[in-house]
T-cell receptor, first 112, second 115 residues
Framework: AQSVTQLDSQVPVFEEAPVELRCNYSSSVSVYLFWYVQYPNQGLQLLLKYLSGSTLVKGINGFEAEFNKSQTSFHLRKPSVHISDTAEYFCAVNSGGFKTIFGAGTRLFVKA | DAGVIQSPRHEVTEMGQEVTLRCKPISGHNSLFWYRQTMMRGLELLIY????????DSGMPEDRFSAKMPNASFSTLKIQPSEPRDSAVYFC?????????????FGEGSRLTVL
């Protein structure tokens, strides 16, 4: 069975500071990994994904994530955040089938 | 291109009433998913369809919940009778043919409040 653990439920950070949102997963097979972002009163949209190849994945809005197989992690990073990055971020895993499993979400709050 | 379209965006109803939520997936997508989002339980998969056929409904909480997909461009999620604990945001998502990479395209959700 697969599972996803987002280690922080809330992350407050000042504008222009760097941020890391942590995600660990468990799976007995190879996985595809995703980060989605949800802005207030909107649906989830894809931020970036790891399918294979380079372990460093770049996404939209300056975000990137690194797949670490030995640590079963897929942490999301941004070197300098903006107020507009305030949102909820979801890590998700899929092993190639129909089901995508989502983490509980991390609420990023960027302060001026 | 139009994304996944859900209606209504907001629904307020009284306990015991029937609620029907609607979803139009992206054209050409052959997998459709219904999720429920609450503060307490996060994002839960209720049911998913592939080529209009329900594949797994193990996430449907009770017999009060039912979902249909009569054709490739329309799905409904029905709650009858509704209860206050059904209050949540319900999301529909779709995935394209051969999209085994798992990327989902979400609608904007239907916020249900049951009084």
């Amino acid at each position: 069975a697969q599972s996803v653990t987002q280690l922080d439920s809330q992350v407050p950070v000042f504008e222009e500071a760097p941020v890391e949102l942590r995600c660990n997963y468990s799976s007995s097979v190879s996985v595809y990994l995703f980060w989605y972002v949800q802005y207030p009163n909107q649906g989830l949209q894809l931020l970036l994904k790891y399918l294979s190849g380079s372990t460093l994945v770049k996404g939209i809005n300056g975000f990137e994530a690194e797949f670490n197989k030995s640590q079963t992690s897929f942490h999301l990073r941004k070197p300098s955040v903006h107020i507009s990055d305030t949102a909820e971020y979801f890590c998700a895993v899929n092993s190639g089938g129909f089901k995508t499993i989502f983490g509980a979400g991390t609420r990023l709050f960027v302060k001026a | 291109d139009a994304g996944v379209i859900q209606s209504p965006r907001h629904e307020v109803t009284e306990m015991g009433q029937e609620v029907t939520l609607r979803c139009k997936p992206i054209s050409g997508h052959n997998s459709l998913f219904w999720y429920r989002q609450t503060m307490m339980r996060g994002l839960e998969l209720l049911i998913y369809f592939n080529n209009n056929v329900p594949i797994d409904d193990s996430g449907m909480p009770e017999d009060r919940f039912s979902a249909k997909m009569p054709n490739a461009s329309f799905s409904t999620l029905k709650i009858q009778p509704s209860e206050p604990r059904d209050s949540a945001v319900y999301f529909c998502a779709s995935k394209p043919q051969g999209g085994n990479t798992g990327e989902l395209f979400f609608g904007e959700g239907s916020r249900l409040t049951v009084l």
